[in-house]
């Protein structure tokens, strides 16, 4: 791997600050989707591994949280500026073993490091409250403390933001973290930790444990020191995980899948509008839980729309993230293909028609033809689950009413887009999408100070922003009698 900086390549995880082995010595090799070349190896760790990285963050934690926001914000502020100082080696690792453009990989470290500068500053933040008292002789007042030990489960397609917008509130609340991230990309987690130990990130409070996903898993829900669970990832996984949290009544975060509709209504600017669905529909190749994953095209501007939107994906070229001038890399893998394969390939049966793309790419690996498709139905997969790839499947409507219904008719709800220059109407639209997140007249929606989750089976809770705090932090109200 060429790094200008190799210690930021890790190969081992991290327990209570040593950089350590499996104990069965079980490596797991780890490769580039875009060439499936070998990368290099992690540790395959299990139970016995979570729950030494749960006590040395149980130890860890109880210093952490004695010192002052002032003290952890400083700290996370080292960490915010080594992320950046590196940004160039750890967007190689990303693309490296996540595929996404070069480009787009610098983005993600920006983004990632986003969340540390921000709950940093946030880390003095954490005020309390006094209650004015309905009896004369008390005094009533809230403070704000961390909740303890934190498990974080992160997925693949943000191989580093997903995992700063956890660790950085929690180690800004005052919490420890075993993190447990993707099978597919642990290096670029290695790194963030590695950096997060240079900054003054004492050992304990930041631990990676790498391996088998659902023994690491039960570990850390089924601890009682675990206070609290993260997880991003798929709403299978997470309903499992939700259930295996409430035997020790844990808090949790989860954010899951999406099935975004992206809108056009008939009064929108087409090309403005295109414009966003190319950000939203392809962004990551299309492996984003935010992704518009349903295009609602009204029905007057349906072939304008559609005829702008295929030149538009036309121009996009597909390659491995590391050449110049790519704007679409490899899906993560085989079983990725198969998904989008698979919803491509039920939607013509089902009288879809193909405008571009649909087959794999002539790269093979994990590339795929970006694909837009017209006429597709509610009747199709594709309306019901997120196709995690880079096919624009175009539904037609007619009146706003019918759309909202569509639009809504998904046990979803993380973002949704629209375009429209109705003012009426793009409030009326933004508050009848049941939804986390609104995009009205772009696809681009996320950034560190904004509050990222999903109502419905999208998830519970929200990340970043002044509101990403709370999830780290529980009330305790002080009652002082007698006064
Ligand atoms: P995807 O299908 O996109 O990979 P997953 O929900 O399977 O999404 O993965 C998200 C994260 O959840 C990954 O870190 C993965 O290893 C982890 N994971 C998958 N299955 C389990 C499980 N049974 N217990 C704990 N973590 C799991």
Redesign the pocket.
């Given at each position: 791997m060429s790094l200008s900086k190799p210690f930021l390549f890790r190969q081992q995880a991290l327990i209570g600050g040593l950089w350590c082995q499996a104990d069965s010595g079980m490596l797991q090799p780890i490769y580039n989707p875009a060439s499936g070349d070998l990368l290099g190896h992690v540790p395959h760790m299990g139970a016995e591994e979570a729950r030494r990285a749960i006590t040395a963050a149980v130890e860890a934690q109880k210093a952490w949280a004695r010192r002052t926001g002032h003290e952890r914000a400083r700290v996370l502020r080292r960490w915010f500026e080594l992320v950046l100082q590196h940004q160039e080696d750890l967007a190689r690792l990303l693309t490296l073993e996540q595929g996404r453009p070069l480009a787009e990989a610098r983005g993600e470290i920006a983004y990632g490091a986003s969340f540390i500068e921000w709950f940093a500053e946030e880390a003095k933040r954490s005020y309390g409250d006094v209650i004015p008292s309905p009896q004369a002789d008390k005094r009533l007042v809230v403070i704000r403390q961390p909740v303890g030990v934190v498990a974080a489960?992160?997925?693949?397609?943000f191989p580093n933001a997903m995992i700063t917008r956890k660790a950085a509130p929690a180690l800004a609340a005052g919490c420890a973290v075993v993190l447990?991230?993707?099978?597919?990309t642990p290096f670029s987690a290695l790194a963030l930790a590695a950096l997060a130990a240079e900054a003054g990130v004492p050992a304990g409070v930041l631990n990676v444990v790498t391996g088998d996903?659902?023994a690491?898993?039960?570990a850390l829900t089924a601890s009682p020191q675990v206070a609290k669970l993260s997880?991003?990832?798929?709403t299978?996984?997470?309903r499992?995980?939700l259930a295996l949290c409430a035997n020790t009544v844990k808090r949790v975060s989860l954010e899951l899948g999406g099935n975004a509709p992206f809108i056009v209504f008939e009064d929108a600017d087409l090309d403005a509008a295109v414009e966003g669905c190319i950000a939203s529909k392809f962004r990551n190749n299309g492996q984003t839980c935010v992704c518009a994953n349903r295009i609602y095209v009204q029905d007057g501007v349906y072939e304008a729309f559609a005829r702008k939107l295929a030149d538009a994906v036309r121009k996009l070229r597909v390659g491995n993230g590391l050449e110049e001038g790519v704007s679409l890399g490899p899906l993560i893998d085989q079983r990725a293909v198969h998904k989008v394969e698979a919803h491509v390939a039920d939607a013509l049966a089902q009288g879809a028609q193909l405008v571009q793309g649909g087959t794999r790419h002539a790269l093979g690996h994990g590339f795929f033809e970006p694909t837009v498709l017209v006429e597709v139905t509610q009747a199709m997969r594709i309306a019901q689950e997120e196709t995690?790839g880079p096919v624009a499947a175009l539904f037609r409507f007619q009146s706003e009413r019918a759309l909202l219904e569509m639009a809504n008719a998904t046990e979803y709800g993380l973002a949704a887009y629209f375009y429209s220059r109705d003012q009426a109407r793009c409030w009326r639209v933004a508050e009848a999408l049941e939804c986390g997140m609104v995009g009205i007249n772009t696809g681009l929606i996320t950034n560190e100070a904004v509050p990222f989750g999903g109502v419905k089976q999208s998830g519970l809770g929200r990340e970043g922003s002044r509101y990403g705090l709370d999830e780290y932090l529980e009330l305790k109200y002080l009652c002082f009698g007698g006064q």
């Open positions: 489960i992160t997925p693949w397609n447990k991230p993707a099978p597919q996903a659902a690491i898993g039960e997880f991003t990832g798929s299978a996984v997470g499992k995980l995690f």
